[in-house]
């Protein structure tokens, strides 16, 4: 506890990702992740497998874009810096451990980039009376035409949630209309990543779910608040919460579906 509050205190971020929980979070991962390396391996190494297949598809290799890269835990980095020209792996924080992965390669930049268009200046927005409708139209890196692999990896369903606790605080918005609010997030980064003239590589949680001690599931949460996506993707259990790591009478599954090219869907489905 003492490394991670002073990994808190040190960790350069922008001011809005302290506020809004995205660095507290960032770091809960990665101490999360050194207690739960097995249970997380199976998941991490079916991201990176798809990744791989997303990148077998470029016939052009000058830019990939990573979104949500992370710790790094679920991207095949030696492998996209090896056959990219520029690797550019974007997230609202960086942490030290990522940083130091990053720098081993010459081609590889770090941004720090709030997809949403949301984040970085929520509180103006609430402040002139925004209560999450609309949502914008992300186009951060969309004037980048050399991006040739795009990859939104274990991102999709993040997104809403800090900005609708947030929103939640301070507008009270809740029920119906903060779900309307997650799900618009998810629907614009959808579109977002179909409007790349490239590979776009998607890997997201779809559902999650609460297990007892016998392995039944008791309860059950759409990650994707109603969003429906085409099938045709690779599917996968992630037990992000093992028995005993958050519970004591509960484990937390995800599941998880992969699609290594998402420019030609016909979406919505």
């Known amino acids: 506890m003492i490394l991670e509050f ?15 929980g995205y660095l507290k979070e960032a770091i809960a991962i990665g101490a ?3 207690r739960l390396a097995g249970p997380w391996t199976p998941h991490l190494e079916q991201s990176q497998a798809l990744i791989r297949k997303a990148l077998d598809q470029c016939e052009r290799r000058r830019v ?9 835990l679920d991207i095949p980095l030696a492998e996209l ?5 520029h690797v550019v792996l974007a997230d609202v924080v960086h942490l030290r451990a990522a940083r130091r992965k990053a ?9 720090e980039e709030d997809v949403t268009g949301m984040a970085a200046g929520f509180d103006l927005r609430v402040s002139s009376g925004w209560q999450g409708d609309p ?10 035409p050399e991006v040739d692999l795009v990859v939104s990896a274990n991102l999709l369903a993040q997104l809403p949630i800090f900005l609708a606790a947030a929103l939640q605080r301070r507008t009270r918005l809740a029920g119906d209309p903060l779900d309307d609010f997650c799900r618009a997030v998810i629907e614009a980064h959808l579109t977002y990543l179909r409007r790349f003239d490239a590979v776009a590589c998607l890997i997201t949680e779809v559902r999650r779910a609460a297990l007892d001690k016998e392995g039944a599931v008791v309860q059950r949460h759409d990650a994707l608040y109603g969003v429906e ?26 599941r998880v579906v992969g699609f290594r090219d998402i420019s030609t869907w016909e979406w919505p489905v």
């Open 229 to 254: 996506l085409p099938g045709g993707g690779t599917e996968w259990n992630w037990d992000l919460a093992p028995l005993g790591e958050i519970s004591r009478t509960h484990a937390l599954r995800n």
């Open 32 to 34: 999360r992740q050194k």
């Open 64 to 72: 990939a874009l990573v979104l949500g890269s992370g710790l790094l």
């Open 103 to 111: 720098a081993a390669f010459a081609n590889v930049t770090l941004l």
């Open 6 to 20: 002073l990994e808190y205190l040190t960790t350069p971020c922008p001011k809005y990702a302290r506020k809004l």
């Open 81 to 85: 810096s090896r056959q990219f020209e």
């Open 135 to 144: 949502v914008p139209d992300p186009d951060v890196f969309l004037d980048r």
